[in-house]
């Protein structure tokens, strides 16, 4: 009897071994890694460096990202209102990703994909033939859900910013809410690889006096035209080619303003050699008829405000969508006597 | 005469289903998968040069 038990536990053992070492093999043969959810993962857009006239924006530690596609793993393309396996009538197929093997080569900064465990519904990458598109959009906070038969991403530039005032340009991070934006189809079999581009504008602004020392208050950037600078914006990606790489327009916003302001820590101090520089963030479109305002203190005590249009030749500047502008050389002159108030 | 043979290929791992507690996971095959950030383009404006414009004016 003893020795009956023996032999079924040495085949209850050998059997529990065969079953959690073997490789789960996808129906067309190939094997499917598996790996441990990253527990904790956040996403942020960074500023990491720069590499000539860009701006790097590196992956993060711990990143994770999700993908989307509108075809199940039959192949099928699915529409809004239909059932995926996870029982949601979401419409389009998902999983997410950790990052690893960061790899730098000039200012794009690439890593490889690990499954995130139970956090899809049935994204298929290669299953069916033929060719797959597949959307993301980055950080992971950005809502996504489906309007029609879009994929739709709510994307939302703070109206309210701090500026990050006198931080490095290489160095801003924590930019939460900034998207980047991803589509590629893919024939099956094929390598994917997902560009993200940005999808939001920026202004880097330094400026010192032309007039001795001022204290600076706040400063605002504002626009005469159509378009709105900060807010909420609908990008519905399945509907749209460039994804904001040439600055296509939103569908949608909400909550936009056509200003966007900050103010100074007390004690901001310019003069003719020492600058403040600081950075604010913008939707992702074409923007001119740009102007700066700035609140200050003179060192007699006068508070001013005064206002410079962003102008070249004359003309009003145009800066386009998803880049950054670096406005260098700006000098505050604070007026004769007639403008004290 | 002739003779025809008649082959069949074997069926293997045709019916594979992978579920974890319920749910059908992803039958994603990540290997040669990756994600390329590629930056932000900078482009540069120096006010300090004469053909920007340098007429600050009084603003409420």
Not at chain 1, 96 to 124: C, I, M, Q, V
Not at chain 1, 187 to 197: I, K, Q
Not at chain 1, 268 to 290: C, R, Y
Request: some cysteine; aromatic content about 10%.
């Amino acid at each position: 009897m003893k020795r009956l038990i023996t032999i079924l536990m040495l085949a209850s053992i050998s059997l529990m071994m065969l079953t959690s070492c073997e490789t789960p093999l996808h129906p067309d043969g190939r094997a499917v890694k598996f790996t441990a959810r990253s527990n904790g993962a956040s996403t942020k857009t960074a500023y990491s460096g720069e590499d000539g006239s860009y701006a790097i924006i590196a992956w993060q530690e711990n990143d994770k990202i999700r993908i989307f596609s509108p075809k199940n793993a039959d192949g099928v393309i699915t529409g809004p209102s239909e059932t995926v396996p996870d029982g949601s009538t979401f419409g389009y197929y998902f999983a997410d990703y950790g990052l690893t093997d960061f790899r730098l080569s000039g200012h794009e900064h690439t890593a490889s994909l690990k499954l995130a465990e139970n956090n899809a519904n049935g994204l298929t990458w290669t299953t069916a033939g033929g060719t797959t598109t597949f959307y993301s959009i980055y950080p992971t906070s950005v809502p996504i859900n489906s309007s029609g038969s879009n994929l739709r991403a709510v994307v939302t530039i703070p109206n309210a910013q701090s500026g990050q005032i006198n931080v490095a340009p290489g160095n801003i991070t924590a930019i939460s809410s900034l998207p980047l934006v991803a589509k590629q189809t893919a024939n099956s079999g094929d390598a994917v690889n997902l560009r993200f581009n940005p999808a939001f504008s920026a202004f880097e602004f330094h400026l010192k006096s032309a007039s001795g020392a001022l204290t600076l208050n706040s400063f605002e950037l504002s626009t005469a035209s159509d378009a709105y600078i900060t807010g909420t914006y609908y990008d519905d990606l399945t509907a749209d080619d460039n994804m904001y790489v040439t600055g296509a327009a939103s569908t949608q916003e909400e909550n936009c303003r056509k200003a966007v302001s900050i103010n100074f820590p007390s004690g901001t101090v310019i003069n003719e050699s020492q600058e403040v520089f600081f950075t604010l963030f913008a939707l992702p479109v074409d923007l001119d008829q740009m102007t700066i305002k700035i609140n200050f203190t003179t060192a007699s005590g006068n508070t001013k405000s005064r206002s410079l249009a962003l102008k070249q030749n004359s003309q009003w500047i145009n800066f386009p969508a998803t880049h950054k502008a670096r406005i260098t050389g700006l000098a505050l002159d604070e007026g004769g006597e007639s403008w004290k108030l | 005469m002739t003779q025809k043979l008649r082959y069949a290929t074997p069926i293997i791992l045709r019916e594979v289903n992978l579920h974890t507690e319920g749910t059908l996971l992803a039958g994603s095959v990540v290997d040669n998968s990756n994600v390329t950030s590629v930056g932000q383009k900078i482009d540069e404006y120096d006010f300090s040069q004469t053909t920007f414009n340098h007429d600050w004016e009084n603003a409420n």
